[in-house]
C-alpha cells in the first residue's frame, strides 16, 4: 500500500525530488561518478553551490546585502551560533515552545536573555501578543512554527531591534518580508530537503560587531568568505534542497505553496472542529498550517489507540502527536498533496461513522 507521510521531520518532499536525489546518487550528470564520491571542489558541484546560491534567493525573494548559506549542525547548532554571532548584552526570545526554549536556553551562556513572554502555563497552546521587546537588546528571536504544538507566526511582525527567526518548519511556505529579519535559519528536512544542511539568510553589515573571538568554524564570516565550502559541506541533502526549490519554483512559487497550505488546513481543520470525536489543541487564531495537532474529546480518549490503528491499517503515517502533547499530528509541508489530506479526513469520517 502506498504510504502517506504525515512525519513532522524528516519528512515528505516531492517524489520528483527524491528520485532527482538517487539519481544523482547513482550518476551526476552523467559524469560517471556518483555524487557521494565526487569532489565538492569540481566544477560540477561548483556549478550546484552558484545555482543554489541564486535559485534560494530568488524563490525566498532575498534583497541585496543578505548571505544564504548552507551548513551542518542542524537548527539546535544555530541556538549557539546565533548568540555566538550577535549577543553581546542582552537578548530578548519568545518562549513558544520546546525549540524556542532550546534556543533561549543556549543564549543564555553568552549573555543576559530576556523572555519577553511565554506560553508555557498553557503547554504552548497559543503565540503571545502582549509583550515589549527591550530597545537596548541586541536582537530578538523567534520561532515562527511550533512544530510540537501547531502554533504559527504566519506573518512577518514588527520588532524594534534586529529580528531572528527559528523557521525550520514553515520555511518557503509563504512569501516572507526578509528585509524585516536579521537572521532566518532552519534544518532543512521539514519543508526543504533531507536531514543533513541547515539554511541560514543573514545580513551581512550585522556582522562582526561582538566583541568576543569566534571560533572559525562558528563565525558566520567564514561561510561567507567560502561560499558554504570552507570544509566539505553536505552535498547531498544540498542537492535535495536544490531540486526542491526548482520544484517548488517550477510549481508556482511560495505565493501557490502557501495556497496550497491553505487549502490543505482548511480542510483537515474544518474536519476536527465538525467530527464529533476530535478537538483541535491550538488556539484558532495561532493555528499552524504546517503541523496540525489534535486529540480525541476527553469523553472519548479511550478511543484514542483504536483510532490511531484505523488511520494506520488506511495507510497512513507519522500521525502520532508529540509526547508533549499526546493525541495526534498531521504534519502538511509542500510536498503534501491535498489528496493525502482528503484520506486522512475520509478516514477520521469513516471512523466517525462506525464507531
Ligand atoms: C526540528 C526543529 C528544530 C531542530 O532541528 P535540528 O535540525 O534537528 O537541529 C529546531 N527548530 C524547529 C522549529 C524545529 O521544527
Not at 532552519?186 to 550585522?206: C, H, I, S, W, Y
Not at 526548482?246 to 472542529?273: F, H, P, T
Request: aromatic share 10%; hydrophobic share 40%.
Amino acid at each position: 500500500m502506498k504510504k502517506i507521510n504525515f512525519s513532522a521531520g524528516p519528512s515528505i518532499l516531492p517524489q520528483e525530488v527524491m528520485q532527482a536525489t538517487a539519481e544523482a546518487c547513482k550518476d551526476f550528470n552523467g559524469i560517471g561518478l556518483s555524487l557521494m564520491e565526487m569532489s565538492h571542489r569540481s566544477k560540477d558541484w561548483q556549478a550546484v553551490m552558484d545555482d543554489i546560491d541564486s535559485l534560494f534567493k530568488e524563490v525566498l525573494g532575498v534583497p541585496q546585502g543578505y548571505s544564504v548559506l548552507f551548513l551542518g549542525g542542524g537548527a539546535s547548532m544555530q541556538f549557539c551560533m546565533v548568540p555566538y554571532n550577535f549577543l553581546e548584552k542582552k537578548a530578548a526570545y519568545l518562549n513558544t515552545g520546546v525549540w524556542a526554549k532550546k534556543a533561549l536556553k543556549e543564549a543564555k551562556l553568552f549573555g543576559e536573555v530576556v523572555e519577553v513572554a511565554s506560553s508555557a502555563d498553557a503547554n504552548y497552546t497559543f503565540i503571545p501578543k502582549d509583550y515589549s521587546v527591550p530597545a537596548d537588546a541586541d536582537y530578538f528571536h523567534i520561532t515562527t512554527n511550533n512544530t510540537i504544538y501547531g502554533t504559527e507566526i504566519r506573518k512577518d511582525i514588527d520588532s524594534p531591534v534586529p529580528l531572528i527567526a527559528d523557521m525550520s518548519s514553515d520555511i518557503f511556505s509563504r512569501p516572507v518580508d526578509v528585509s524585516k529579519y536579521a537572521m532566518i535559519y532552519g534544518g532543512a528536512q521539514k519543508n526543504l530537503a533531507m536531514a543533513g544542511v541547515t539554511f541560514v539568510v543573514v545580513k551581512d553589515e550585522l556582522l562582526g560587531k561582538v566583541s568576543r573571538t569566534i571560533p572559525t568554524m562558528l563565525d558566520y564570516r567564514t561561510h561567507i568568505d567560502k561560499g558554504s565550502m570552507f570544509n566539505t559541506p553536505p552535498v547531498v541533502p544540498i542537492f535535495s534542497a536544490y531540486k526542491t526549490l526548482q520544484w517548488i519554483k517550477k510549481s508556482g512559487g511560495v505565493e501557490e505553496m502557501e495556497r496550497r497550505a491553505k487549502a490543505r488546513a482548511e480542510l483537515l481543520y474544518g474536519e476536527i472542529d465538525s467530527n464529533k470525536f476530535f478537538r483541535g489543541t491550538a488556539v484558532e487564531e495561532d493555528r499552524s498550517l504546517m503541523n496540525i495537532c489534535f486529540v480525541m474529546k476527553d469523553e472519548y480518549k479511550e478511543l484514542e489507540k483504536d483510532f490511531f490503528d484505523f488511520a494506520t491499517s488506511r495507510g497512513m503515517v507519522g500521525i502520532k502527536g508529540h509526547r508533549s502533547v499526546g493525541g495526534f499530528r498531521a504534519s502538511t509541508y509542500n510536498a503534501m498533496p491535498l489528496e493525502g489530506v482528503q484520506a486522512l479526513v475520509d478516514t477520521m469520517k469513516e471512523f466517525e461513522r462506525t464507531h
